[in-house]
């Protein structure tokens, strides 16, 4: 069974750091395109960072240079360390796999985490 665990997140001032972790089971990070995503309250879901099966990685324009996405295979777990935060970044965050699209709603269909609350206040 495909699972996906996350861990992290929590409140914030603006300009600091966090990091969320993804645990995942049932599937390898070399078979999967891996992708960190967010949805705020009255928002569509928003691709934040991919890593893809040939380790490329992508940003989003709103957290290019503020954020890093890793891997390490040896645990199964994916990180996204966040730094230089601000307001606009508070939403729910989510880890999900082999999403062929951004979906309006995030965790809706497919293989995703359960999602942990990043708040940044100013």
């Known amino acids: 069974e495909r699972q996906l665990v996350q861990s992290g997140g929590g409140s914030v001032q603006a300009g600091g750091s966090l990091r969320l972790s993804c645990t995942v089971s049932g599937f390898t990070f070399g078979d999967s395109d891996m992708g960190w995503y967010r949805q705020a309250p009255g928002n569509a879901c928003e691709l934040v960072s991919t890593?893809?099966?040939?380790?490329?990685?992508y940003y989003g324009d709103s957290v290019k240079g503020r954020f890093t996405a890793s891997q390490d295979n040896t645990k199964n777990t994916m990180y996204l360390q966040m730094s230089s935060l601000k307001p606009e970044d508070t939403a729910v965050y989510y880890c999900?796999?082999?999403?062929?699209?951004?979906?309006?709603?995030?965790?809706?269909?497919?293989?995703w985490g359960q999602g942990t609350q990043v708040t940044v206040s100013s």
């Open positions: 890593i893809k099966i040939d380790g490329s990685t």
């Open positions: 999900a796999a082999d999403q062929l699209a951004t979906p309006r709603i995030c965790a809706v269909f497919g293989y």
